[in-house]
């Protein structure tokens, strides 16, 4: 059986094929960048795949995701729609995700940013008065995988969480708010807006202005899902004019974020290089083969892409 992958380029490949011969020791497992006969391709692993190649696989069986989301693979004009896509989602990724957030949060209450460019210019300032995170009201858009696992860490340390998602909610014991007609309930009593949905047509641009002025004045945002949903512009606007504290960013429209970027040098903005949730290689070539070895016995598969959801 064998495995085309595409993640982390070809100096990433021996350490691919190093984690697959522990976990999958059956697998041959070529590079993306390699010239193999396409017709002997069983599985993809990939990340961002170049339009139409996995079109060219005759015999692909699976396409696996190397991260969470799918819509660097659904960019492909030419993706074979009859194959599924399963979603890279793993504790280590809920994990990760969750301490990101946390981490976020907490430079946020504690104003840590202004605290650090204070230290470049040599300026001591002491704040009037703190914030504790029992003093921030956490608002999560997206109660999935992600979105759960930030709701809870957040609570266990004392955030007052609630959560926002398409349907019904999963957040067990905390206030929980779905869909359109319940979105403005939702930012009205949220402090620190986390943004963790998929990109979808439905929430591409949804942190925009009308979304950020329902937010109370003085909230800050976290996005780590992904580019797509924010409103650049839209978002420094709200900064420049106060009704935004602070935001902490990890995704961008364009990756690498360009250099001419304004939101580089933002005040209000922290900037990290879509590093929220990265599972290792051993965390991926593990989840990848439990993937093939289930779908080799014709057993369901966990967190398969829904194209009638869009994630
Ligand atoms: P899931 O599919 O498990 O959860 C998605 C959540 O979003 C669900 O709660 C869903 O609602 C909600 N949702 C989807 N569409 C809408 C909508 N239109 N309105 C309201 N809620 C909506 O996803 P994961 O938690 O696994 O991952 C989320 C995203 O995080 C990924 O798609 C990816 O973009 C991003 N990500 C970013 C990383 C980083 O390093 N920055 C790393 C990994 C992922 P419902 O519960 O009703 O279905
Ligand atoms: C992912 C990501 O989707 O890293 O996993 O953004």
Redesign the pocket.
């Known amino acids: 059986m064998r495995l085309i992958v595409n993640s982390g380029g070809p100096q990433a490949i021996e350490e691919w094929r190093a984690q697959f011969r522990i976990f999958a020791p059956e697998l041959d497992v070529v590079g993306w960048h390699e010239n193999v006969d396409p017709a002997t391709i069983d599985y993809a692993l990939v990340w961002a795949p170049d339009t139409g190649r996995l079109a060219t696989f005759p015999n692909l069986k699976l396409i696996i995701s190397a991260?969470?989301?799918v819509d660097h693979i659904l960019a492909d004009p030419h993706l074979p729609r009859h194959l599924s896509i399963a979603?890279m989602?793993t504790s280590r990724?809920q994990t990760e995700?969750a301490e990101y957030v946390l981490t976020s949060a907490l430079m946020l209450t504690r104003n840590l940013k202004r605290v650090v460019d204070n230290q470049a210019r040599r300026r001591w300032e002491i704040f009037d008065s703190l914030r504790v995170a029992a003093d921030v009201r956490v608002g999560i858009m997206?109660?999935?995988?992600?979105?759960i696992a930030s709701a809870q860490l957040l609570s266990r340390v004392g955030f007052p969480v609630s959560g926002?998602?398409?349907?019904a909610s999963?957040l067990e014991g905390l206030p929980s708010y779905a869909g359109q007609a319940q979105f403005n309930d939702f930012l009205h009593q949220t402090d620190l807006l986390v943004c963790?949905?998929?990109?979808?047509d439905?929430?591409k641009g949804i942190l925009n202005t009308a979304t950020l002025s329902q937010l109370p004045r003085g909230a800050s945002l976290i996005n780590?899902?992904?580019g797509a949903h924010m409103v650049e512009q839209d978002i420094i606007n709200a900064l420049d004019s106060g009704h935004l504290h602070q935001a902490v960013l990890?995704?961008f429209e364009h990756e690498p974020l360009p250099e001419s970027s304004p939101l580089w040098t933002h005040p209000g903005i922290i900037i990290t290089p879509?590093?929220?949730?990265?599972p290792d290689r051993k965390e991926r070539a593990r989840h990848t083969a439990l993937l093939i070895e289930a779908n080799e016995c014709g057993e369901p598969l966990p967190n398969i892409y829904d194209p009638q959801r869009g994630?």
Do not use: F, N
């Open positions: 991260g969470a989301g979603r989602v990724t995700m997206g109660l999935g995988h992600l979105g926002w998602s398409r349907g999963k963790l949905l998929p990109a979808t439905a929430t780590a899902g992904r990890d995704v879509h590093c929220a949730a990265i994630y």
